[in-house]
């Protein structure tokens, strides 16, 4: 039996890659593993046969056989550990991959979380103005040291892997702030991982949720 992940029944991000099942699904699609979705809606998230899976009533989640995981960095990992594809052979070059997707998860993706709440959740409080570009500056500090370690490189460490399906992951919630643009080694660098066929095959997929039909071009 293929595993079984969920996903949001109506995202909100309107099927643009960012819901965190995209990362899970891309992983899946890198190393050529074939998955069911199980669609949920908010309501049901919330239910309590949802949070024995997740105990926060999010996505994703991730089944196979007696194995039930939720967090999509602990999920990649899992499907990067157990198929060959997404981390290296060698293992100081595996121990460096995994810690890339700690890095992604831990130290670059809080302050473009931090920036997403300043813009949708507190956009209309009185203080939000003179808050915004301290947000943003706090982004940008992790954007240049980013930027500065990856320099001309394609991937963050040698060849592709989890690490860099996690940072890519990431960053492509900075694309519509135009904060991305600002790198343009980052701005590359995302854009390999979407012209991925992995990526591309997840990203249809998670758009055909949204849209009952494929993406565009």
Do not use: C
């Not at 105990?55 to 939720?70: C, K, R, S, V």
């Amino acid at each position: 039996m293929p595993p079984t992940i969920t996903a949001f029944e109506s995202s909100p991000d309107r099927g643009r890659g960012l819901a965190r099942d995209m990362r899970v699904r891309w992983a899946l699609e890198e190393v050529g593993q074939p998955y069911e979705v199980r669609l949920v809606s908010f309501s049901a998230m919330k239910e309590p046969a949802h949070r024995a899976l997740h105990p926060f009533g999010q996505i994703p989640t991730y089944e196979e056989g007696d194995l039930a995981l939720f967090e999509s960095g602990a999920i990649v990992l899992h499907i990067a550990e157990r198929h060959a594809g997404l981390l290296p052979d060698d293992a100081n070059a595996r121990a460096r991959a995994i810690a890339w997707m700690f890095a992604a998860l831990n130290t670059v993706e809080p302050p473009i979380l931090e920036l997403a709440t300043a813009r949708l959740l507190e956009g209309d409080k009185p203080w939000s103005k003179e808050r915004l570009p301290l947000v943003k500056d706090r982004v940008r500090d992790r954007l240049k040291q980013l930027s500065a370690r990856l320099g001309d490189a394609d991937w963050l460490d040698g060849t592709f892997s989890a690490g860099d399906l996690m940072m890519v992951g990431v960053l492509l919630r900075l694309k519509a702030s135009g904060l991305l643009d600002e790198y343009p080694n980052l701005a590359a660098y995302v854009a390999r991982g979407e012209a991925r066929p992995a990526f591309k095959r997840a990203f249809a997929a998670q758009w055909a949720v949204f849209t009952g039909k494929p993406p565009i071009g």
